[in-house]
């Protein structure tokens, strides 16, 4: 058997990788696809899930017998910082400053 034939290929832009630790059992496998090997039909049905990076991710799922894949449709929130939390220490400010100290 030639050497060449037993070489494993790897789809480019295309990985897969473990779940993350607090994700639930279910989820056995996360699947992220970059958009220049998507057709145009997927980039036109799919593209609002593609993120910042470019890529489309997928999870592959266990159902009662199966596995099958779903669109990773997660978008986390973004962090709204705390009104009332202290800034970082300065030189001027070395204890930081709080917004109910701004006198306006």
Do not use: C, W
Not at 97 to 103: A, F, G, K, L
């Amino acid at each position: 058997m030639n050497n060449d034939q037993n070489k494993k290929k790897y789809p480019k832009g295309i990985f897969a990788n473990k779940p993350f630790d607090n994700a639930p059992d279910f989820i056995k496998v996360n699947i992220s696809i970059h958009r220049d090997n998507l057709s145009e039909e997927y980039i036109q049905e799919y593209g609002e899930f593609i993120n910042d990076k470019g890529y489309l991710k997928l999870q592959v799922l266990s159902g009662d017998k199966d596995y099958y894949a779903v669109i990773d449709t997660y978008k986390p929130k973004l962090k709204q910082e705390d009104p009332n939390a202290t800034s970082t220490p300065t030189a001027d400010y070395p204890e930081g400053i709080n917004v109910n100290d701004i006198p306006f």
